[in-house]
């Protein structure tokens, strides 16, 4: 490996530069022994918009109907036995219910379908689906 010289003027440090005089810090607002938070910057110049772009009037569709109101029964478990089939136990916190898929519950829903911790039920005219989670409490809220 072949070694280059080095040029003794290209290793100048200028010891003399460290002796030179720094310049302070600002002392416009700094006390080092009080603590202040910095005066928020000034708000921008509010700009008042054209007259000519005013925005036009909305029309606003007139509502529609109102939601079907909720189903109220509690899917409390699921019934499985040879021959039988898979089968939703719902309450309504006076009398159980039970039905498999495609069934009408309580002459007014009908379990669309029956799944692992939850069932989907309609009402039979079509008004709304809903999908009920199984809860498996009672009517007071507390498990049985």
Not at 65 to 91: D, H, M, N, Q
Not at 98 to 125: H, N, P, Q
């Amino acid at each position: 490996m072949a070694r280059e010289s080095l040029d003794p003027g290209a290793l100048d440090v200028r010891l003399e530069a460290l002796k030179a005089e720094r310049p302070g810090p600002d002392d416009e607002a700094r006390n080092p022994f009080r603590f202040q938070p910095k005066p928020p910057p000034p708000a921008p110049p509010t700009v008042a918009p054209p007259k000519a772009l005013t925005p036009a009037p909305v029309d606003v569709p007139p509502p529609g109907p109102p939601p079907p109101p909720p189903i109220t029964l509690k899917f409390i478990g699921i019934i499985e036995a040879p021959g039988v089939g898979k089968l939703a136990a719902l309450s309504d916190c006076r009398y159980t219910f039970r039905g498999r898929e495609g069934e009408v519950i309580e002459g007014r829903y009908r379990l669309v379908k029956i799944g692992i911790e939850s069932v989907t039920m309609e009402y039979l005219d079509g008004r709304g689906r809903t999908t009920i989670r199984l809860s498996g409490q009672g009517c007071d809220g507390k498990s049985p």
